[in-house]
């Protein structure tokens, strides 16, 4: 049992360049999410999704992307890299008693 | 709309003092709770959760909060701080499909 896996763990974008961050889980969860954290700022929800096929937008959804065609995994798109995009991306999946599982996270430079 | 406020964005106890972490919320119906604790160049990890049970939860590492609706608050506290508990601390709130984050506080314990 992996629990939340995400990969890769470390990338550097040039601006404007594009990429998938990857993220699975082997709990069977239908609620999975996807999180920046900025230092200072906490965790902001960007896209969140309550089972296959349905995803809806968090706080701070502007400049990526979001499918969900299985329950295991739940990839985030980033086009157009900026620079504000430099952040660690969190992915997490919930359970039936609102337990959110946490992966290691991704984190991302944009030069 | 939920949300969360940690009073003070670092705190510094001596070992073997009393840990008190501050946690205030807003929702328009019965929350869930939770703390986070985030250790360095790590994902966050369940410290204990607040459900509509019993008013004070029990967790992990010897923590433990208590939901006061009359005062909006859910304040993490430990007798004894110890070197081990240094990390930074995340208070969150979940009242539907998605949850809300604080800005988190930096513990640091003193020798």
């Known amino acids: 049992n992996a629990g939340v896996t995400q990969t890769p763990k470390f990338r550097i974008l040039k601006i404007g360049q594009s990429m998938t961050l990857q993220c699975a889980q082997d709990m069977n969860h239908n609620y999975m999410y996807w999180y920046r954290q900025d230092p200072g700022m906490g965790l902001k929800l960007i896209y969140y999704s309550v089972g296959a096929g349905i995803t809806d937008k968090g706080e701070v959804p502007n400049g990526y992307n979001v499918s969900r065609s299985t329950t295991e995994d739940f990839p985030l798109r980033l086009e157009l890299a900026a620079p504000s995009q430099t952040s660690v991306y969190f992915c997490?999946?919930?359970?039936?008693?609102?337990?959110?599982?946490f992966g290691p996270g991704t984190r991302l430079t944009v030069t | 709309a939920q949300s969360v406020t940690q009073l003070g964005s670092h705190v510094s106890v001596s070992e073997g003092a009393l840990v008190l972490l501050r946690c205030n919320y807003s929702s328009s119906v019965p929350p869930y709770l939770f703390w986070y604790v985030q250790y360095p160049n790590q994902g966050l990890q369940l410290l204990l959760k607040y459900t509509s049970a019993a008013t004070l939860v029990k967790g992990i590492n010897g923590f433990e909060a208590e939901f006061k609706k009359s005062e909006t608050s859910f304040h993490l506290t430990k007798p004894s701080a110890h070197m081990s508990d240094a990390a930074e601390y995340f208070c969150?709130?979940?009242?539907?499909?998605?949850?809300?984050f604080g800005a988190g506080t930096r513990l640091t314990v003193k020798p």
């Open positions: 997490a999946s919930r359970d039936d008693s609102y337990e959110q599982y």
């Open positions: 969150a709130v979940s009242e539907g499909n998605d949850m809300r």
